[in-house]
T-cell receptor
């Protein structure tokens, strides 16, 4: 079992719709969860982080965390063509460990 | 401007020819890390450093060396590159221990091809 799993996609969503990206993790000691966006050939850039159960909203983005189910998701509202990218889920184990473990990413395509 | 820089951005080399990829950050970050990214495998950590003179292996350290003599620099050394080290390499840095929200900021990447 992979430590961090994501559906590789591609996920195609019409412009203006909600894109839903999912991530599961195996280590129950994981404490912090990050979503990065990566355009082709570019470096990952941070979109959001979350460490408490529930929802966290930032503009068009909402991260959702359910530690009991070991599940974290990212919702993108009003999807735009510029949202087309690969989205990486990353997990940090605990307060004293900076290591990030990444999923393989979900490729998202927004269809105009 | 706060940033992580890497050089070179692109490199084609031959098997066995030693090379160094430099990484520098201007954010006074304590933690620095090297990743490689391969299709279907995602980002995998090669080495990391918690502070000056403190380095440790990540998940895929074989064939690589690092050093951290100054806080801002964290070079990646391939003593004898092989074709299976052809990959996209990223350097990253973060503030260090002390908070759930401390995340890593990535350099622009170095695309390495070993023939």
């Amino acid at each position: 079992q992979k430590e961090v799993e994501q559906n590789s996609g591609p996920l195609s969503v019409p412009e203006g719709a909600i894109a839903s990206l999912n991530c599961t993790y195996s280590d129950r000691g994981s404490q912090s969860f990050f979503w990065y966006r990566q355009y082709s050939g570019k470096s990952p850039e941070l979109i959001m982080f979350i460490y408490s159960n529930g929802d966290k909203e930032d503009g068009r983005f909402t991260a959702q965390l359910n530690k009991a189910s070991q599940y974290v998701s990212l919702l993108i509202r009003d999807s735009q063509p510029s949202d087309s990218a690969t989205y990486l889920c990353a997990v940090k184990r605990d307060f004293g460990n900076e290591k990030l473990t990444f999923g393989t990413g979900t490729r998202l395509t927004i269809i105009p | 401007e706060a940033q992580v820089t890497q050089n070179p951005r692109y490199l084609i080399t031959v098997t066995g020819k030693k090379l160094t990829v430099t990484c520098s950050q201007n954010m006074n970050h304590e933690y620095m890390s090297w990743y490689r990214q391969d299709p279907g495998l995602g980002l995998r950590q090669i080495y990391y450093s918690m502070n000056v003179e403190v380095t440790d292996k990540g998940d895929v350290p074989e064939g690589y060396k690092v050093s951290r003599k100054e806080k801002r620099n964290f070079p990646l050394i391939l003593e004898s590159p092989s074709p299976n080290q052809t990959s996209l390499y990223f350097c990253a840095s973060s503030l260090g221990l002390g908070g759930y929200q401390h995340t890593q900021y990535f350099g622009p990447g170095t695309r390495l091809t070993v023939l």
